[in-house]
């Protein structure tokens, strides 16, 4: 499969701060990217999506960006809660993978009230 | 409502003994996937179908083999469960891709433990 990787296996924020979390990909061929939550013991949850034609996209609380030169994916998450406590993954597909959907190594986040 | 069902929750296997995981959807979705997800790693795709297209990804060992009677429902078949293959099983499905892909959703996972 695709190479898809994040940068920080875990974070710890205050209660309120932003939180960033980063992956990179290795196919130039990507076109689709998707953040996933997962809560412990549960599958993963939606979160927010991008296509190769768009750098960012806003959803509620969350926000993601896209920069192909370098191949780098970010979820920014705003006031971040106790509820945000999960780990994250990105996910990847492109036109050379078929319908296959390639994730990354995942972040912990946890919130500190 | 359930979108993506997996039956059963958790399952215990004895070393050797086949089992099954079964998963159902009512998203009408042309394309099902399963993933093997052990514990502080990334869901690692299995095999998806496409229709009735089976799509076996390169890395994935023989004992694991999968069913799809029909658009509903597909299965995880592991021939002769090994201790290493102790994880949470995830199926997913989504509306095959055309010109855009679309997200998957994804079941709540079958928690496989091998004795």
């Known amino acids: 499969g695709e190479s898809v990787g994040l940068h920080l296996p875990t974070l710890s924020v205050q209660e309120g701060d932003n939180s960033i979390i980063n992956c990179a990909y290795s196919n130039s061929a990507s076109d689709y990217f998707i953040w996933y939550k997962q809560e412990s013991g549960k599958g993963p949850q939606f979160i927010i999506d991008?296509?190769?034609?768009?750098d960012k996209r806003q959803g509620q609380r969350v926000t993601v960006l896209l920069n192909k030169t370098v191949k780098h994916l970010s979820l920014q998450i705003a006031a971040t809660q106790p509820g945000d406590s999960a780990v994250y993954f990105c996910?990847?597909?492109?036109?050379?993978?078929?319908?296959?959907?390639?994730f990354g190594t995942g972040t912990s986040l946890t919130v500190i009230p | 409502d359930a979108m993506v069902i997996q039956n059963p929750r958790y399952q215990v296997t004895q070393f050797g003994k086949p089992v099954t995981l079964s998963c159902s959807q009512t998203?009408?979705?042309?394309?099902m996937y399963w993933y093997q997800q052990k514990s502080s790693q990334a869901p690692k795709l299995l095999f998806h179908?496409?229709?009735?297209?089976?799509?076996n990804e390169a890395d994935t060992p023989d004992n694991f083999q999968s069913r799809r009677p029909n658009t509903s429902f597909c299965f995880l078949d592991i021939r002769s469960p090994g201790l290493g293959d102790a994880a949470m099983y995830l199926c997913?499905?989504?509306?095959?891709?055309?010109?855009?892909?679309?997200?998957?959703?994804f079941g709540p996972g079958t928690r496989l433990t091998v004795t």
């Open positions: 996910a990847e597909a492109g036109s050379n993978t078929g319908n296959q959907f390639y």
């Open positions: 179908y496409y229709d009735k297209d089976f799509n």
């Open positions: 997913a499905t989504s509306r095959d891709r055309g010109d855009y892909f679309y997200e998957q959703y």
């Open positions: 991008i296509r190769s034609n768009m």
């Open positions: 998203l009408n979705h042309n394309v």
